[in-house]
């Protein structure tokens, strides 16, 4: 007896256990370090990019990538580029993060030329991107990334330094360590939704089977397309074979 079911897809996003302090980091969450989050498959979800303390840059090319677009694919984001409220001006001159077509990867390149552009250090003072439940000593929200849940598997989350590099004005090369996140997709128990024999015969969908079902019936036989709920002695045909197990069931 064929039933359709429909197999539910979540996915499972871990990321590293912080024995120390990741200079740039992903998040789940703009507000808290969350490393682990679930999604249904073909949701969308959001990482986030934080810049920890007592690390400081005024230019900064980071690329990241994951492993499998398959299972997580980056369909665009944020660069947060907040106004200093104290002191006025932009964090950085110019801020960006761009994306590649297949969602495999993509990359924020932030650069300023008339400061140090972010200070996690001091920032929790001034910058309005300054989180203090975020990381181990708070940190600073550099982006955000938007992505696509896809199929069954696994996807590595990472990042790398691009040609640019990091750094520190003015002309301190920075070599940052960096925090990772695993994506990995599962299928739960199969749900079945399609027809049982409990509803053989029910071809008016009201949940009994009366004479209100005669005509839906001689129609379904008349289609000759088989018809689960028609196929009332269960013979994987819809005909008039069925006739006698449809009377039966009224």
Do not use: H
């Amino acid at each position: 007896m064929l039933k359709k079911c429909i197999v539910a897809v979540t996915v499972l996003m871990t990321g590293c256990t912080f024995a120390k302090a990741q200079d740039i980091f992903w998040s789940f969450s703009p507000t808290e370090l969350v490393t682990t989050a679930t999604f249904d498959s073909g949701a969308t979800g959001a990482a986030y990019i934080f810049s920890d303390r007592e690390f400081g840059f005024g230019a900064l090319d980071l690329q990241f990538s994951n492993s499998n677009s398959d299972i997580v694919s980056f369909s665009g984001g944020e660069a947060f580029n907040p106004t200093f409220e104290t002191i006025g001006g932009q964090r950085f001159d110019s801020s960006e993060i761009t994306f590649e077509d297949d969602g495999s990867s993509g990359r924020l390149f932030s650069v300023s030329i008339t400061q140090n552009g972010v200070n996690p250090a001091v920032s929790a003072l001034f910058d309005p991107g300054y989180e203090a439940g975020v990381g181990p000593n708070g940190a600073v929200l550099l982006a955000r990334v938007d992505f696509v849940v896809g199929f069954d598997g696994d996807s590595d989350l990472e990042f790398v330094l691009g040609t640019q590099g990091a750094i520190e004005l003015p002309n301190n090369i920075l070599d940052p360590s960096f925090g990772s996140a695993n994506v990995s997709v599962f299928s739960a128990i199969p749900i079945c939704v399609g027809p049982s024999p409990d509803n053989l015969g029910d071809l008016s969908y009201d949940g009994v089977v009366d004479f209100f079902d005669v005509a839906p019936f001689i129609a379904a036989l008349a289609t000759r397309e088989y018809v689960f709920r028609a196929d009332c002695n269960q013979d994987g045909w819809t005909n008039f074979l069925d006739v006698a197990a449809f009377i039966e069931l009224l």
